[in-house]
Nanobody, 121 residues
Framework: VQLVESGGESVQAGGSLRLSCDTSGYTFSRGCAAWFRQAPGKEREGVASICSIAVYADSVKGRFTASQDNAKNKVYLQMDSLKPEDTAMYYC???????????????????WGQGTQVTVS
């Protein structure tokens, strides 16, 4: 299974970005996918998960929207009203094997992408 993130770049505060996650060897519609982020010196943080419903971290609620296109077998993270504290490497994760209710916990995901950098200034 390969996951490849794209769409990260440098933007000004208040701006928007849309991250995409492509996959080979996995079908997103079969299970949960999620977006995580990790800033330098900080632990990896769950941002949004997509199972039957989308779940968001409190820090991004109302600003970020996770979605899934089953026809294209892609997942997306629309990020609006970006803040400097959103600066991080963003990762796509798939094949969730954890307990329901823990979809924003990194330990539950088997497959990970290499990440895409988002910098907000």
């Amino acid at each position: 299974v390969q996951l490849v993130e794209s769409g990260g770049e440098s933007v000004q505060a208040g701006g928007s970005l849309r991250l995409s996650c492509d996959t080979s060897g996995y079908t997103f519609s079969r299970g949960c996918a999620a977006w995580f982020r990790q800033a330098p010196g900080k632990e990896r943080e769950g941002v949004a998960s997509i199972c039957s419903i989308a779940v968001y971290a409190d820090s991004v609620k109302g600003r970020f929207t996770a979605s899934q296109d089953n026809a294209k077998n892609k997942v997306y993270l629309q990020m609006d009203s970006l803040k400097p504290e959103d600066t991080a490497m963003y990762y796509c994760a798939a094949d969730f094997r954890g307990l329901m209710g823990s979809e924003l916990h990194a330990s539950g995901y088997k497959d990970w992408g290499q990440g895409t950098q988002v910098t907000v200034s």
